[in-house]
């Protein structure tokens, strides 16, 4: 058992490494097509993959996630698994071929039915491997599965990037993703070693059959409220405007990747293993939400006060509009952190239809919110999206708090100190930079407010947190390394003097 613990946790840490790294090489590459590359071409591959998105679910079919949860590897099983994932690619492929003829064409510009039939082509690449990848994760191979996300996108990418600037426009993004898919196969095959026999049997389909379906509706269901301000903002507006809100929202997805992701990834671990001990599970809840919102809240609204010059600087000025758009994106923080560490929670309090009810009611109000606020333009639709996530909110702290027992006075304690710091943060960079930087060289005012909003941020955590910051550190202190133990300690020490009785 503890050997598979730690090549859980290893594994656990690779698969996180390779999220981060690969998330920041699609960033750099993603800034580099949109300096090149017009708004409308942009615009119409992320329409195309939209239904890309949707036909990977269907063609997949959950059948990779039954092979993984069953006790045993049958080749006979697997094997009926990988032709029955061919298949089921080969009529999405057909049948999205069909949609971008008759309904995209009609619909959208030619780009868009022209980009899509293109990456068609991915649903059959991507079936070749999903089986193996199975594979790969039965037998805790996530470093494999980390290096070659990590190969694929590194040289898809260079590729895409050269042919963006040679010319080849809209083709650049298509084939980025076709390289990027054919690569990520052959490689994954290689490091599984593990051939399909020509078995298929339909007793093994109908064997997984019941959980695939349960999976792609849930699957469906999650990525249906991902790509929901897509899908409303390119009916209404079009290609060339859904290219500006993605730019927008491009950082902040980053941030997410980076910072709120890995800490949702490892929290599901920190609240079960809370709950097996005698601490209240709320303890745990408590603790992950303080060290999130501590480092998260700044983060995001800091974005926003830099939003004008980190878009200049990473994409250029004709994404100018994009600006205002992430400022008001950067707003639904809060919902952010806040449903992502509960849903951890619920799961670890092994209670399923809670989530249920928050992603119907972020489809709901995100639908209806998007299709009013996308009428007055693009602005106004980030706006609606912000509020939409608003409105969920509070289920989310009712159910939350009530299930892990928490008072709505604790839970407001973890997460309005450092609300209120990143906050006057916020005011204090937006009044800096429009009384007087706004005339200084780009890089020297970016250098310059984010040092200052550092220092504004820790100075008003210390001012309204005496409190909040004692919490935090029973947390983290005891995971501080030894090398910086004696510094942490005596730093603390400074700012909270009330935890000398804690050290």
Same mark, same amino acid.
């Given at each position: ?95 999205? /071929? ?18 899509? #039939? ?109 790509? /929901? ?219 310059? #407010? ?10 008003? /955590? ?24 004696? /510094? ?16």
């Amino acid at each position: 058992m503890s050997q598979t613990r730690s090549k859980l946790l290893s594994g656990s840490l690779w698969m996180m490494l390779g999220t981060v790294a690969n998330n920041i090489i699609g960033f750099v590459v993603f800034a580099a097509l949109a300096r090149v590359l017009a708004p409308a071409e942009i615009g119409a591959v992320l329409i195309a993959v939209i239904f890309i998105d949707i036909g990977r679910v269907l063609a997949f079919g959950g059948i990779p996630e039954s092979l993984i949860q069953r006790a045993e590897w049958e080749d006979r099983t697997a094997s009926t698994c990988f032709w029955l994932n061919i298949a089921l690619a080969a009529i999405i492929t057909v049948l999205v /071929l069909i949609i971008s003829k008759f309904v995209i064409t009609a619909h959208f510009d030619a780009s868009v039915s022209t980009a899509l #039939m293109a990456l068609s082509s991915m649903f059959i690449i991507d079936a070749a491997r999903a089986v193996h990848v199975s594979y790969l994760r039965r037998n805790f191979k996530y470093n494999q599965l980390a290096l070659r996300g990590l190969w694929a996108n590194t040289a898809a990418g260079a590729l895409a990037v050269y042919m963006a600037f040679h010319g080849f426009g809209i083709w650049a993004l298509v084939f980025q993703r076709i390289v990027q898919a054919v690569i990520t196969t052959v490689v994954t095959w290689i490091e599984a070693r593990w051939m399909p026999k020509f078995h298929f049997d339909w007793k093994v389909v109908r064997d997984v059959s019941g959980f695939s379906v349960n999976v792609t509706g849930s699957r469906l269901i999650e990525l249906s409220i991902t790509k /929901l301000p897509d899908m409303v903002i390119s009916a209404i507006l079009g290609s060339a405007q859904l290219a500006f809100f993605r730019i927008g929202s491009r950082c902040l997805d980053l941030a997410t990747q980076v910072l709120v992701q890995p800490i949702q990834d490892v929290s599901l671990s920190a609240f079960a293993r809370r709950k097996d001990t005698s601490a209240a599970p709320g303890k745990g809840y408590l603790a992950v939400m303080a060290v999130t919102t501590t480092f998260v809240f700044p983060v995001f609204l800091g974005a926003a006060a830099l939003a004008p010059d980190l878009i200049t600087l990473f994409f250029g000025d004709k994404w100018a509009i994009s600006a205002t758009i992430m400022a008001i994106l950067s707003l639904s923080v809060v919902p952010l952190v806040v449903t992502r560490m509960s849903s951890s929670a619920l799961i670890a309090a092994g209670l399923s239809r809670p989530l249920v009810v928050i992603q119907i009611l972020n489809l709901i109000f995100g639908l209806a919110a998007l299709w009013y606020g996308t009428r007055f333009g693009i602005v106004w639709a980030a706006a609606a999206a912000v509020i939409a996530a608003y409105l969920t909110l509070p289920y989310v702290v009712w159910k939350t708090t009530s299930v892990l027992d928490i008072t709505l006075r604790d839970w407001f304690g973890h997460l309005l100190p450092p609300l209120l710091a990143a906050g006057t943060m916020l005011v204090t960079l937006s009044a800096l930079h429009f009384w007087l930087l706004g005339g200084w060289n780009i890089y020297v005012r970016v250098a310059a #407010m984010a040092l200052t909003g550092a220092a504004v941020y820790a100075a008003s /955590l210390i001012l309204f947190g005496q409190a909040f910051l004692l919490r935090l550190h029973k947390e983290i202190g005891p995971v501080v390394p030894r090398k910086v133990a004696p /510094l942490y300690t005596r730093l603390m020490t400074l700012i909270v003097p009330r935890i000398k009785t804690y050290v």
